[in-house]
């Protein structure tokens, strides 16, 4: 980078171009927060949760493996932890024929079991989380 820039020089017009593009994107962008703003409220007004939409569009930028793998994961760290929604059972969705759905909650026949994969998975995990702790002298 150069201390001295001649005002009226080519590198000053260059400056001057990069500014304006950063300025107008930054319009379009503060615009388009506002109206991300409106469409959850209005999905907030119509009792949809605002939450749950952000959620989806994460996972929708997301290939389907790299979702259903954090599913996965999740369940198996939730099995770990006896927490998350399969502790009191899972959630069963039926589409009516008039379009609605049904979700009801189904009772597990018996406690969920981890798989040999999923505790070689919970090991490693806990084995990791010990030996950052290690090297970060806790």
């Not at 590198?11 to 500014?19: D, N, T, Y």
Request: hydrophobic content about 40%; charged content about 40%; overall charge negative.
């Amino acid at each position: 980078m150069k201390d001295s820039i001649a005002a009226d020089g080519q590198e000053a017009r260059l400056i001057k171009a990069f500014f304006e593009q950063l300025r107008a994107i930054d319009e379009e962008q503060l615009d388009l927060n506002e109206r991300r703003k409106d469409i959850l409220k209005a999905a907030k007004d119509a009792e949809v949760d605002g939450k749950t939409l952000r959620v989806m569009i994460m996972r929708a930028r997301k290939a389907p493996e790299e979702v259903m793998e954090a599913d996965r994961l999740l369940e198996t760290y939730e099995a770990i932890t006896g927490t998350g929604a399969n502790v009191g059972g899972a959630l069963s969705t039926k589409r009516n024929a008039d379009g609605t759905f049904e979700v009801k909650m189904v009772q597990p026949a018996e406690p969920a079991k981890l798989t040999n994969a999923d505790k070689r998975l919970r090991d490693s995990v806990l084995l990791a989380q010990l030996e950052e702790r290690a090297r970060r002298g806790e």
